[in-house]
C-alpha cells in the first residue's frame, strides 16, 4: 500500500513553491514598470532595480530601446513561465515547448 500523506504533502508543496515564485516574478514586473515611469525605458540588466532578486532560472530580455521585455523562470523542473511586457499576459511553457 503507497502512503498518501507524503504525497499530498509534496504536492502541496510544489504549489507553495509555484506560488512563491510567481509573487517574486510579479514583484519583478512591478518594479520594471516603476523603473520605467520613472525613467522612460526598461533598465538594460536586472540589476538597476535596486531589489533582492531570488528567481532560479530567471532570464530578462528586452528591445534595443528598452521599451519592451520579457521574462523568463523555471516553475519547476519541468515547466517555464514568462511574461512579456508588449502582451501584458504570462505564458507557461512545458519540457517539450
Known sequence: ??????????????????????RQALSITESLEQFKGKYGAYPS????????????????????TFQEYEIEYLMDEFNRESYNSNTRKWDIKGWSD
Do not use: F, Q
Not at 500500500?1 to 510567481?22: D, E, F, L, T, W
Open 1 to 22: 500500500m503507497i502512503p498518501i500523506v507524503p504525497i499530498i504533502v509534496a504536492i502541496s508543496y510544489s504549489g507553495s513553491i509555484r506560488a512563491y515564485k510567481h
Open 45 to 64: 540588466n536586472l540589476g538597476k532595480l535596486n531589489n533582492k532578486i531570488e528567481l532560479s532560472g530567471l532570464t530578462y530580455l528586452t528591445d534595443s
